[in-house]
């Protein structure tokens, strides 16, 4: 499955089988940058005006009124090939951490009779980072990134540029890119930032094209380690300790005259010489809940960003890895609760809830409270948190807390991984 965004700046409709994005109105739709050439260009003509003043030469005014028409005509160059253009993005449903994804970007040249001509695509906040590399930008921000420490995550979306040679009238191109994302989360698209160098390559016209769209990006999944195959934990149905309708042998005992004839065990009779019947062992579902503890002791330590990072692709390829064994399963960390299910979809809701975790700090409090029902404020399906907490489900619990902070209730009934075994 695919997902779209398109962003258009025409008076025209775009195709009926697109998502249309929001327009936002920005303060300044306009980018304008001179380029390398540009600057030794205009240092040029002004040389050039100052050697037309002083000598009076009618020749050198001549010349210098053709370079000064030659930025105006680029000009008007430039901004006709960034009207009446249609712009689309397409990209996976579903991407995950350091995944290779291909996104294609389509333009359309919606005008009648001129082409569009050396157009690139590209997020308009990596356009700013870029610029921001000049050496006056980094002198006058060079105090502000000092004060402020780590930089913030990159959460652009359209992480790198496509470039158009050329749009002939009506025509549609598309270009394929390849980028992964860094970071698990929410990515937000801004918008886009469509330019052009074209004629000469003085200046770089562009112009902001506003849509609104956000992705989804899912936590890393690998293969876990062979020893969850050995957990007391299979999917399906298992033996319970009740009698009840199943397969499985719990008993033979005395035939009794109300019973169905259908229970007597003819061996056991010839043996005995009464009459003997089979009990069978109650089938039970087997019941499994992932639990994942954002929690984190106040102060932390250094390596506990990267720790719970850690903890949320484990959490996730495990819950990958029972799910596609068709076993049920619950997920709940302390804030969401999501209810037992099994396949496929469930599997991506977990993901989804996975996607945005975030770890919070918290005093160590008492044990009984912590695990118990009072210590899950994010969900009020209380019984529900009861019921997993008791010995009736399994658990597999991801957490950072000593290995003395557990009860023994919960350590009877769950596999424990700690952060310092990951």
Not at 11 to 33: E, K, T
Not at 234 to 253: A, D, K, T
Not at 282 to 287: A, F, G, P, T, Y
Not at 380 to 407: E, H, T, Y
Request: aromatic share 12%; charged share 20%.
């Amino acid at each position: 499955m695919l997902r779209y965004f398109e962003a258009l700046k025409s008076r025209f409709n775009p195709d009926s089988n697109s998502r249309r994005a929001g327009h936002v109105r920005r303060l300044f739709p306009y980018s304008f940058r001179i380029t390398r050439e540009g600057i030794l260009y205009i240092l040029f003509v002004f040389l050039l005006s100052l050697a037309a003043v002083n000598t009076s030469n009618n020749l050198l005014f001549i010349v210098l009124a053709v370079l000064l028409a030659t930025i105006v005509v680029s000009g008007i160059i430039s901004r006709n090939s960034l009207r009446q253009v249609s712009l689309s993005l397409q990209l996976p449903e579903n991407v995950f951490v350091g995944e290779k994804v291909f996104i294609k970007v389509t333009l359309k040249n919606l005008k009648r009779f001129f082409p569009s001509f050396s157009i690139q695509v590209e997020d308009p906040e990596l356009s700013l980072k870029q610029a921001s590399q000049g050496f006056f930008r980094r002198w006058l921000h060079h105090g502000r990134k000092k004060d402020s420490g780590a930089e913030a995550p990159d959460r652009a979306m359209f992480r790198q540029s496509a470039y158009f040679p050329i749009l002939q009238p009506r025509e549609t191109c598309s270009e394929l890119i390849v980028q992964s994302f860094p970071q698990r989360g929410l990515y937000c698209l801004q918008g886009f930032l469509i330019s052009t160098r074209f004629p000469f390559g003085l200046f770089r016209r562009g112009e902001h094209i506003g849509a609104k769209g956000e992705i989804l990006v899912y936590p890393l999944i690998q293969d876990i380690s062979a020893f969850f195959q050995l957990l007391p934990f299979l999917p399906g149905h298992l033996e319970g300790r009740h009698v009840g309708p199943g397969e499985n042998l719990f008993s033979i005992r005395k035939y009794q005259e109300s019973e169905s004839a259908r229970i007597i065990d003819w061996k056991a009779t010839a043996k005995t010489g009464d009459i003997m019947a089979r009990e069978f062992a109650r089938e039970e579902e087997s019941k499994l809940c992932l639990i994942l503890d954002t929690r984190m002791d106040s102060p932390a330590p250094e390596s506990c960003e990267a720790d719970f990072e850690k903890a949320v692709s484990l959490a996730a390829s495990i819950a990958a890895h029972f799910l596609n064994d068709g076993a049920g399963m619950e997920f709940l960390t302390p804030n969401e609760h999501v209810p037992r299910g099994t396949g496929v979809q469930h599997l991506y809701r977990i993901l989804r809830s996975l996607a945005v975790v975030q770890y919070e700090r918290t005093s160590l409090a008492a044990a009984a409270d912590y695990w118990g029902p009072n210590g899950f404020p994010g969900t009020r399906d209380l019984p529900a948190i009861r019921n997993i907490m008791s010995d009736k489900v399994f658990k597999i619990i991801i957490s950072s807390k000593p290995r003395g902070s557990f009860p023994s209730a919960i350590w009877r009934s769950a596999h424990v991984v700690f952060f310092d075994e990951l």
